[in-house]
Nanobody, 111 residues
């Protein structure tokens, strides 16, 4: 059974940092891009960041310069380092790989 499990969310203040983790099991995603999305209340799910198998990263404009995506192929994992968090970053964050999705982790940023 393929699973992606996110962790690391929480309640923080504006300007703080969080590091999200997504651990995959059931198959290897080393040959796949791994992505982070987020969905705020009342809004559609949106792309946040992605990393290719060779580690190249792409970011949404809204998070460029603040978020960093990375992966550890040995651990079949992807991470999202989020710095200088803003209230508008509040959302449920999901990881995706090979069309498999995790259950999400809540990030809440208070002003």
């Amino acid at each position: 059974q393929v699973q992606l499990v996110e962790s690391g969310g929480g309640l923080v203040q504006a300007g703080d940092s969080l590091r999200l983790s997504c651990v995959a099991s059931g198959r290897s995603f080393n040959q796949y891009s791994m992505r982070w999305f987020r969905q705020a209340p009342g809004k559609e799910r949106e792309f946040v960041a992605s990393t290719t198998p060779n580690g190249a990263a792409v970011y949404a404009e809204s998070v460029k310069g603040r978020f960093t995506v990375s992966r550890d192929s040995a651990k079949n994992s992807v991470y999202l380092q989020m710095n200088s968090l803003k209230p508008e970053d509040t959302a449920v964050y999901y990881c995706e790989a090979g069309q498999y999705w995790g259950q999400g982790t809540q990030v809440t940023v208070s002003s």
